[in-house]
């Protein structure tokens, strides 16, 4: 069976993988051709980040993403998706103000998005919003660690949970979030063996990036991996291609061959 053919993905099919101790694989995706090669290639899971405030907006961060730039980009990731598990960012702002108004937020991604579930930053602070959505029956992955919605408190995009406090306090929040109801948890940037600690304390998968390779599947920015985005990359990002420097290739030459005259063939006709 090819991931053509093969059943969707749902929600309580991550805790089915983890408690057989399959991979999950995630990437991000923001348009439909881009997630159709990814889904066709079986990626479980396509996460339409707020990273694309970055890959494909050109901004510093992934605060000046709104509600609305995110439908667009979930609604045209959706459209391309056969299989894959459809996760959509909550991006900044639209769920930190109250619980009512992260679950009409967390609404339009679900209902006029298309996605099958919404991810949103931190631990303590956000418990109430996961509960919320969870008893209103939308799925929600969590993302602990270095979060960057919090990128200026937090001082840059640096590493997080390097000391044993910070640690522990990932660890309780990692509980707490699965006991609201997360469905699955992403750790980013944190040294390997808390995410292990965290990994075996939960029934829940948790999903690395920078996390070492104890989670339970990993996540990256599909830009990084296939070597389209020119901005300093995370360290712990492995470059799979690069589709960047064959773009620039084949532009060149399709320049060549207009100002050369040879493209469009001279018998074609319009
Ligand atoms: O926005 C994003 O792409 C993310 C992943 C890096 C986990 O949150």
């Not at 980013?188 to 292990?196: G, H, L, T, W």
């Not at 773009?247 to 074609?268: C, K, L, N, S, T």
Request: hydrophobic content about 45%; some cysteine.
């Amino acid at each position: 069976m090819t991931p053509d053919d093969a059943r969707p993905v749902r929600v309580p099919d991550l805790k089915a993988m983890k408690r057989r101790g399959e991979k999950i694989v995630m990437l991000t995706a923001y348009d439909a051709s881009m997630a159709r090669l990814l889904d066709r290639a079986g990626v479980d899971v396509l996460l339409v980040g707020d990273s694309l405030g970055m890959v494909i907006m050109g901004c510093e961060n992934t605060l000046p993403v709104t509600l609305e730039a995110m439908l667009h980009h979930v609604r045209a990731v959706r459209r391309g998706v056969r299989r894959a598990l459809v996760v959509a960012d909550m991006p900044f702002m639209s769920y930190q103000v109250s619980v009512a108004e992260a679950v009409r937020n967390a609404g339009r991604l679900i209902q006029e998005g298309g996605a099958s579930a919404v991810k949103l930053e931190g631990g303590r602070p956000v418990l109430d919003v996961v509960r919320r959505l969870t008893e209103i029956g939308i799925p929600v992955m969590g993302h602990l660690g270095l979060v960057p919605q919090s990128v200026h408190q937090l001082g840059g995009f640096r590493p997080r949970a390097r000391d044993e406090r910070e640690a522990e306090r990932l660890l309780e929040e990692a509980r707490e979030l699965e006991q609201a109801g997360a469905f699955a948890l992403v750790l980013e940037s944190i040294p390997a063996e808390v995410a292990r600690s965290v990994t075996q304390a939960l029934s829940i998968p948790t999903i690395g990036i920078g996390a070492g390779p104890h989670c339970d599947g990993q996540v990256l920015v599909s830009y990084d991996i296939f070597g389209l985005y020119e901005g300093p990359l995370p360290p712990f990002v492995k470059q799979y291609a690069r589709l960047g420097e064959l773009m620039v290739e084949a532009a060149r030459a399709y320049a060549e061959d207009v100002r050369q005259g040879r493209f469009p063939p001279q018998e074609a006709t319009a």
